[in-house]
T-cell receptor, first 115, second 114 residues
Framework: AQTVTQSQPEMSVQEAETVTLSCTYD???????LFWYKQPPSRQMILVIR??????QNATENRFSVNFQKAAKSFSLKISDSQLGDAAMYFC????????????FGTGTSLTVIP | EAGVVQSPRYKIIEKKQPVAFWCNPI?????LYWYRQNLGQGPELLIR????????DSQLPKDRFSAERLKGVDSTLKIQPAELGDSAVYLC????????????FGPGTRLTVT
């Protein structure tokens, strides 16, 4: 099974500043998808951003962007202009390409935004 | 559009008691997932349904856990009997089809076994 590692259990950032959350994964596959999910204290997980492994261009969604390094098997999330509403658990996830393959989640990073 | 609905949101039971969780996926979503999320961990898949068929239940502890998805819509996850180690958040998610990579999660059921 694939493994996803998030080495930062907790991170904090000042409001309006930028923070980067780290994620590495282990796979022998060449085609897959990577995701960042946000889980606020209410527990409903929300997709933040996704990256297809075959795409060289890093995905961007408003203030959220990723740094995808396929050879290094690294997939970090950058949050710019941090807002209080960004405070949450962030999970990195991996999914093989192909029909019905399951997701593998990391252990999460708890992000605190300091006013 | 309504999201994934789960009930109850919280459940406290004594060990050896049965418990059931209910999930209603987003309308039209054929794929349904049940995950267990232990404290401080990421979700781990228990079972995946394509319509009414369980296509991946390799992580489901079948001696005490069971699930069903009658008519390929709502799903129920049951534990009987519950053990202390079953305390966790049980998440339901759905997606439009297995080849569609985006999942939508419900709010989860927090189970406490005493």
């Amino acid at each position: 099974a694939q493994t996803v590692t998030q080495s930062q259990p907790e991170m904090s950032v000042q409001e309006a500043e930028t923070v980067t959350l780290s994620c590495t994964y282990d796979t022998s596959e060449s085609d897959y998808y990577l995701f960042w999910y946000k889980q606020p204290p209410s527990r409903q997980m929300i997709l933040v951003i996704r990256q297809e492994a075959y795409k060289q261009q890093n995905a961007t969604e408003n203030r959220f962007s990723v740094n995808f390094q396929k050879a290094a098997k690294s997939f970090s999330l950058k949050i710019s202009d941090s807002q209080l509403g960004d405070a949450a658990m962030y999970f990195c996830a991996y999914r093989s390409a192909g029909t019905g393959n399951q997701f593998y989640f990391g252990t999460g990073t708890s992000l605190t935004v300091i006013p | 559009e309504a999201g994934v609905v789960q009930s109850p949101r919280y459940k406290i039971i004594e060990k050896k008691q049965p418990v059931a969780f209910w999930c209603n996926p987003i309308s039209g979503h054929n794929t349904l997932y049940w995950y267990r999320q232990n404290l401080g961990q990421g979700p781990e898949l228990l079972i995946r349904y394509e319509n009414e068929e369980a296509v991946d239940d390799s992580q489901l502890p079948k001696d005490r856990f069971s699930a069903e998805r009658l008519k390929g819509v709502d799903s129920t996850l049951k534990i009987q009997p519950a053990e202390l180690g079953d305390s966790a958040v049980y998440l339901c998610a759905s997606s439009l089809a297995p080849q569609v990579y985006e999942q939508y999660f419900g709010p989860g059921t927090r189970l406490t076994v005493t």
